[in-house]
């Protein structure tokens, strides 16, 4: 049971490119969502979804999207990377709301 | 004004202290609210849930006050291994799958 996982742990953009954060969970819950967390600052909700093939916008949806094939896959996918998506990336997923959030290790990006 | 607010900190206090952190939030529709503990660089994990008649976990206590929309967390004889970040967390009525986080407070304990 390897719980959240999120790859890459590292990555380092150059403005202008796209890549998809990867986030996959083994405990069957419905409900998973994205944030990013800027220095000194606690989360912000990206995008969450309730159940495969549901997603909604959370507080910072603009410059990513997302989608929900299967209940255990969530990647987000960054279109432009822009210098002000430097950022923590973290994913988490949970029964049902509002229970426990379960959070993945984190994606550190970097946009030159 | 932010939906959820903390007080930054930081709380500096010596082992064996007792030391608070209120968290305010502005949405009277709020139904459920968390406090989640986040060490330096690492992934928040949730710390307590918050009921309406209070609830104590050991040494930590939340209670929640709806009059004045307000969540506190109370850490009592604090240890070394306490100092982290505390982030409170508030959803929304119907509102699913939605959770508003706070900035967070900053604790150190010092020996």
């Known amino acids: 049971n390897a719980g959240v996982t999120q790859t890459p742990k590292f990555q380092v953009l150059k403005t202008g490119q796209s890549m998809t954060l990867q986030c996959a969970q083994d405990?069957?819950?419905?409900?998973m969502s994205w944030y990013r967390q800027d220095p000194g600052m606690g989360l912000r909700l990206i995008h969450y979804?309730?159940?495969?093939?549901?997603?909604d916008q959370g507080e910072v949806p603009n410059g990513y999207n997302v989608s929900r094939s299967t209940t255990e896959d969530f990647p987000l996918r960054l279109l432009s990377a822009a210098p002000s998506q430097t950022s923590v990336y973290f994913c988490?997923?949970?029964?049902?709301?509002?229970?426990?959030?379960?959070f993945g290790p984190g994606t550190r990006l970097t946009v030159t | 004004r932010k939906e959820v607010e903390q007080d930054p900190g930081p709380f500096n206090v010596p082992e064996g202290a007792t030391v608070a952190f209120n968290c305010t939030y502005s949405?009277?529709?709020?139904?459920?609210f968390f406090w989640y503990r986040q060490d330096c660089r690492k992934e928040p994990k949730l710390l307590m849930s918050v009921y309406s008649s209070g609830n104590e976990d050991g040494r930590f206590t939340a209670q929640l006050n709806r009059a004045s929309q307000y969540i506190s967390l109370l850490i009592r004889d604090s240890k070394l291994s306490d100092s982290a970040t505390y982030l409170c967390?508030?959803?929304?009525?119907?509102?699913?799958?939605?959770?508003?986080f706070g900035d967070g407070t900053t604790l150190t304990v010092k020996p």
């Open positions: 988490a997923s949970s029964q049902d709301s509002p229970y426990e959030q379960y």
């Open positions: 405990m069957n819950h419905e409900y």
């Open positions: 979804s309730v159940g495969a093939g549901i997603t």
């Open positions: 967390v508030v959803n929304i009525r119907n509102n699913a799958g939605k959770s508003t």
């Open positions: 949405n009277s529709a709020s139904q459920s």
